[in-house]
C-alpha cells in the first residue's frame, strides 16, 4: 500500500484537471476523507492516484452499476447531468464504500494508460521537424504509448491553427488551438516511416471489450469529444494494430532499439509518461530513452509536467526537443495538446 500522506498530497497538489469540474471538487474530498485516501492507496506502485481512483469509479459507472453518482457524469447521463453541488462528494464516498471491493481490484490490476488521441500531433510534429532536414525514412518510437493508437499520427486529420493537415478523409479529428503557428514546420510534409514501434508495460488489447472499456473510463466525465476521438481511434488502430512492445522501457529498451534499422534517424516521444515513473527509476528511464540515439541520430519530443506559461499567459505543459545540439523547450501547449503555443526555439530544432 502507498504511504497515505503522500497520496493526499497527489491529490491536494494535482494539477491539469480545469476541463473537469467533477474531478476538481472531487480532488478535495478525497484529500479530506481517510477512508478515500487508503482506498486510492491501493494504486499499483509508480502510478498516479488521482487518475487511477477516478478512472476505476468512472469505470463501474460506465458499465452500468446504479447509483445516484452517476447523475454528476454526462458520460453516463450525458446532458442532463447534475452540476457539481453539496451532495457531490458525500455520493463519492458512498459509492465508493459500497464499491470498494471491485475498485480494489481495479487499482491493484490496471495501469493508468490514458490514449489521449490529442497528443498525436507531437508524434506528426516531430515527424515534420525530422522533414526539415531528412527527406529520407526515420523510425518512431512511443514509449509509454498504451495501445498505440497515437503511432497512426500520419493517418489523422488535423485542423491546426484553424488550418486543415493531414488525412483529411480521416475519421480520427484533431483540432489544436494554436494562436501563432509561425514557428511550427510544415505538418503535411512527412518523412517516410521505415519502422514505428511503441513500448509499454501491459498494452490494452484493441480487440478486448474490457480493456477498451478501461482505455474509455480514462477519458474524463465532461470530455464527450475526447471519447468520440478516442472511439474512432481505437477502431481504425484495431483494424491495422501498430507495434507494440510489452515490458518496462528501462528493460526492453535496448531490444527494442536493437530492432530499428542502424544509421537511420530516429523520433523517440513521450507524452505525460515519466510522471507515472517511479522517481527512483526516472534516472534509469532518461538513460534508457537517450540509448536509442546511439545507432542514429535521434530527436526526442517530451511533453511532461513542467509547469511552465504560454507567451499567451496560460499554464501550461513544456514541449521539450532533445536533439544531438542539446534540449529546449520548443512549445508549451495544455496537457492534453487542446491548444499549443509554440516558442521561437523550435526554429532551430534539427
Known sequence: MRDIEDVAEAFRTARGFGSSPLYSRLLTVVAEDEALLALAALTRHGQQPTFALFGAVHHLLLSGVPDPLAEYYPSVVGAAARPVDGDTGPAFARFCAAYSGPISSLLGTRLVQTNQVQRALVLRLGLALLRRTTPGPVCVVEVGCSAGLNLRADRYAY??????????????HIE??????GPLPDLDQLPEIADAVGIDLAPPDLTDVDDRAWLRALVWPENSHQAAQLQAAMAEAAADPPRVVAGNAIEVGPTVAATLPPGLPRLVVHTATRIHVPAEDRP???AAVAAFGVDGPMLHLALEDDQLVAPSGRPGCGL???DEAGSRTVAVADGHLAWLEPLPAMNDVA
Request: aromatic letters at 4%; hydrophobic letters at 30%.
Open 159 to 172: 485542423t491546426v491553427g484553424g488550418t486543415p493537415v493531414g488525412d483529411r478523409g480521416s475519421s480520427v
Open 284 to 286: 534509469a528511464f532518461d
Open 320 to 322: 521539450t526537443a532533445t
Open 176 to 181: 489544436v488551438d494554436v494562436p501563432n503557428p
